[in-house]
């Protein structure tokens, strides 16, 4: 039964991973996510689930890896300098194609940078902090709502392609409070691993069904599971051939990239006759909103894309949603420019702006305003 509740963002986090069936959270306290921790440390043992402290992020990551492979859903939180360790095991979970969830609550860099300030710095590294080519989910709430619900889509995204998912939200969202609706596991969608359903000795750890994705037991059952993170074929064992690297990493990228119809999602506000349509996510998405709201009731035609999923970024999406009188697009991100540039790339019919920040401090609604005044919108 539904119930709501005063929370910060990163304890609605938590509520949302609990709600999706998470039982494991391994973790290092770092700020601005440690609540996340916090949060977790209280929750789960009441359910038979586990709470473990590491002695770092490298550890944090490994652990959460070995946890789901053992057959519970798993996840972990950070920041920083913090994720920037964890990218090794977290590309291990992407070879071996580990369900498992990051929360990552971004905050002013490079290095220690502004340990307790806000930014929005991670786009990039979010999704190719890892090496190597591979593709990545990454989900972006802008609320603490969607903090709740986006975690609980994380986990139901990592169990359907059997892959890590990172919430990537930023230090204001993790720390704001605001009254949410935190619902049961009854009232919401939740998705399992699919897991295998023939003889044990017919079972190929790697083998995908149609869909690109192979059913995962758990470490114990009958079926025997193998993990690799060097290139490997579909029993799991080291190939290295030239045909075989092809096909793998071309179907680590395809089960997420041609998913994106599904994966992809962004929230519209208004759109309608918008020649100008700013594009943002977390906290910026907030400024973004009030200064659409402002520069409407000023005659100027601005409209909103919110992004709920920055990776795979959701093109067709935008594309379809745009106005055919939209002119340009607005980037607001606190960070030098880097969301601004997969913009650039895809969006090359659209006069491109920019509004960035980072100073530690939000982008303020007037300063979206004075943009598009600005560029004379």
Same mark, same amino acid.
């Given at each position: 039964?539904?119930?709501?509740?005063?929370?910060?963002? #990163?304890?609605?986090?938590?509520?949302?991973?609990?709600?999706?069936? /998470?039982?494991?959270? /391994?973790?290092? *306290?770092?700020?601005? @996510?440690?609540?996340?921790?916090?949060?977790?440390?209280?929750?789960?043992?009441?359910?038979?689930?586990?709470?473990?402290?590491?002695?770092?992020?490298?550890? +944090? %990551?490994?652990?959460?890896?070995?946890?789901?492979?053992?057959?519970?859903?798993?996840?972990?939180?950070? @920041?920083?300098?913090?994720?920037?360790?964890?990218?090794?095991?977290?590309?291990?979970?992407?070879?071996?194609?580990?369900?498992?969830?990051?929360? #990552?609550?971004?905050?002013?860099?490079?290095?220690?940078?502004? &340990?307790?300030?806000?930014?929005?710095? !991670?786009?990039?590294?979010?999704?190719?902090?890892?090496?190597?080519?591979?593709? %990545?989910?990454?989900?972006?709430?802008?609320?603490?709502?969607?903090?709740?619900?986006?975690?609980?889509?994380?986990?139901?995204?990592?169990?359907?392609?059997?892959? *890590?998912?990172?919430?990537?939200?930023?230090?204001?969202?993790?720390?704001?409070?605001?009254?949410?609706?935190? =619902?049961?596991?009854?009232?919401?969608?939740?998705?399992?691993?699919?897991?295998? !359903?023939?003889?044990?000795?017919?079972?190929?750890?790697?083998?995908?069904?149609?869909?690109?994705? /192979?059913?995962?037991?758990?470490?114990? !059952?009958?079926?025997?599971?193998?993990?690799? +993170?060097? %290139?490997?074929?579909?029993?799991?064992?080291? #190939?290295?051939? *030239?045909?075989?690297?092809?096909? $793998?990493?071309?179907?680590?990228?395809?089960?997420?990239?041609?998913?994106?119809?599904?994966?992809?999602?962004?929230?519209?506000?208004?759109?309608?006759?918008?020649?100008?349509?700013?594009?943002?996510?977390?906290?910026?998405?907030?400024?973004? =909103?009030? &200064?659409?709201?402002?520069?409407?009731?000023?005659?100027?035609?601005?409209?909103?894309?919110?992004? $709920?999923?920055?990776?795979?970024?959701?093109?067709?999406?935008?594309?379809?949603?745009?106005?055919?009188?939209?002119?340009?697009?607005?980037?607001?991100?606190?960070? %030098?420019?880097?969301?601004?540039?997969?913009?650039?790339?895809?969006?090359? !019919?659209?006069?491109?702006?920019?509004?960035?920040?980072?100073?530690?401090?939000?982008?303020?609604?007037?300063?979206?305003?004075?943009?598009?005044?600005?560029?004379?919108?």
């Amino acid at each position: 039964m539904a119930e709501f509740k005063f929370l910060q963002g #990163n304890e609605a986090c938590v509520e949302g991973a609990v709600a999706a069936g /998470a039982r494991f959270f /391994a973790g290092y *306290p770092i700020t601005p @996510s440690s609540e996340v921790a916090q949060a977790a440390s209280v929750k789960l043992p009441p359910l038979g689930g586990y709470y473990i402290q590491m002695e770092d992020e490298i550890a +944090s %990551m490994a652990a959460i890896i070995g946890a789901s492979l053992s057959g519970l859903k798993s996840f972990t939180a950070t @920041s920083g300098p913090g994720f920037s360790l964890m990218q090794e095991n977290l590309g291990m979970a992407i070879m071996g194609e580990v369900p498992c969830v990051i929360i #990552n609550v971004s905050r002013g860099g490079p290095s220690t940078g502004l &340990a307790t300030k806000q930014a929005q710095g !991670d786009v990039m590294q979010s999704r190719w902090g890892t090496h190597g080519d591979h593709a %990545m989910i990454v989900l972006t709430p802008s609320s603490v709502q969607e903090c709740f619900d986006q975690t609980v889509r994380a986990f139901n995204l990592s169990e359907k392609y059997r892959c *890590p998912v990172i919430v990537l939200t930023d230090k204001t969202i993790g720390h704001l409070r605001e009254r949410i609706e935190v =619902r049961g596991p009854e009232e919401i969608e939740v998705i399992d691993r699919k897991k295998p !359903d023939c003889a044990p000795s017919q079972y190929k750890s790697c083998a995908p069904d149609d869909d690109g994705v /192979a059913p995962l037991p758990s470490y114990g !059952d009958r079926h025997l599971l193998r993990i690799n +993170s060097s %290139m490997h074929g579909e029993e799991g064992f080291l #190939n290295d051939s *030239p045909a075989n690297a092809t096909a $793998l990493v071309r179907r680590l990228w395809d089960k997420i990239e041609k998913n994106v119809s599904y994966i992809g999602k962004i929230e519209g506000y208004r759109l309608e006759g918008a020649e100008t349509v700013i594009i943002a996510f977390g906290i910026a998405a907030r400024a973004a =909103r009030r &200064a659409v709201t402002l520069a409407r009731a000023g005659g100027i035609r601005v409209g909103l894309v919110k992004l $709920l999923t920055l990776w795979p970024f959701p093109y067709a999406q935008i594309r379809e949603a745009l106005d055919p009188n939209c002119r340009s697009l607005l980037v607001a991100e606190l960070n %030098m420019g880097q969301l601004v540039l997969e913009v650039e790339r895809l969006f090359k !019919d659209k006069k491109i702006l920019r509004v960035n920040k980072w100073s530690g401090e939000d982008i303020l609604p007037g300063e979206i305003m004075a943009a598009l005044k600005e560029a004379g919108c």
